[in-house]
């Protein structure tokens, strides 16, 4: 086994991250209640989102300009604009949320720093990664960070690339199967799932995954032992 560096999702993998938005977005469809039921304000904004992603990227400003846009569209521009004031506000409440460690990431990473380069490979907001990162207590572990516009495997490849390595010498470690695991498999990389209990919709796919190099961990501690049977 010639692993030499463990790269680490960052959100629903390190701290909590999909709540937050799925508290947001309920109070967001609660604002505009009189004029549509909650899941379908809940379905337009998704839809918006996904067709916004390829110019804004992931994130929270990402997700603010989405809310705003479907605000105007499920009221065909009837909206007040207390409602849009309340969607910036909600918006920059998820841009200073605590930042909420899961089980066993300290130990984790603890027990791993010495033996590998530990990496974090997140999409997201640049300026609210860091923030995230810095109030985590978690940066010392790290020799690098990527946040990156998207995780598909040209993505990957390049980060491989910038750190001098082969594929076979990198893991990823993540919640999500679509975006931190099939693409690095797919590149000659090994992975190991790490479900969180509750996921985005554009990142669910239904999957049964066999792969000599892919692994499954109910939590993070158990990620050391899945590398260490490698
Ligand atoms: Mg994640």
Redesign the pocket.
């Known amino acids: 086994m010639s692993l030499k560096v463990i790269a680490f999702?960052?959100?629903?993998?390190l701290w909590v991250?999909?709540p937050y938005f799925q508290e947001t977005e309920r109070k967001f469809c609660a604002l505009l209640e009189d004029f549509l039921p909650h899941h379908t304000v809940s379905q337009e904004l998704f839809k918006t989102e996904i067709n916004n992603l390829s110019v804004y990227g992931y994130g929270v400003k990402g997700f603010m300009l989405s809310m705003i846009e479907t605000a105007l569209t499920v009221t065909d521009y009837n909206v007040r604009p207390e409602v849009i004031a309340k969607a910036i506000e909600y918006g920059k409440e998820l841009l200073q949320k605590p930042i909420e460690l899961l089980d066993g990431v300290q130990e984790t990473l603890a027990s791993l720093k010495d033996s590998y380069r530990l990496v974090v490979a997140?999409k997201g907001d640049l300026l609210d990664q860091e923030r995230k990162l810095k109030k985590s207590g978690l940066e010392h572990f790290f020799h690098h960070i990527e946040i990156m516009s998207d995780k598909k495997e040209a993505d990957y490849l390049k980060l491989i690339k910038h750190l001098d390595i082969k594929p076979e010498e990198f893991m990823m470690i993540?919640?999500?199967i679509k975006?931190?695991v099939l693409p690095v498999l797919n590149i000659g990389g090994h992975a190991i799932h790490v479900p969180?209990h509750t996921t985005w919709l554009h990142?669910q796919i239904e999957h049964t995954l066999e792969h000599p190099n892919f692994r499954t961990a109910k939590h993070l501690n158990e990620c050391v032992a899945c590398i260490t049977s490698l």
Request: net charge negative.
């Open positions: 999702d960052a959100d629903d993998t991250n999909e997140t993540g919640n999500s975006s931190d969180y990142e």
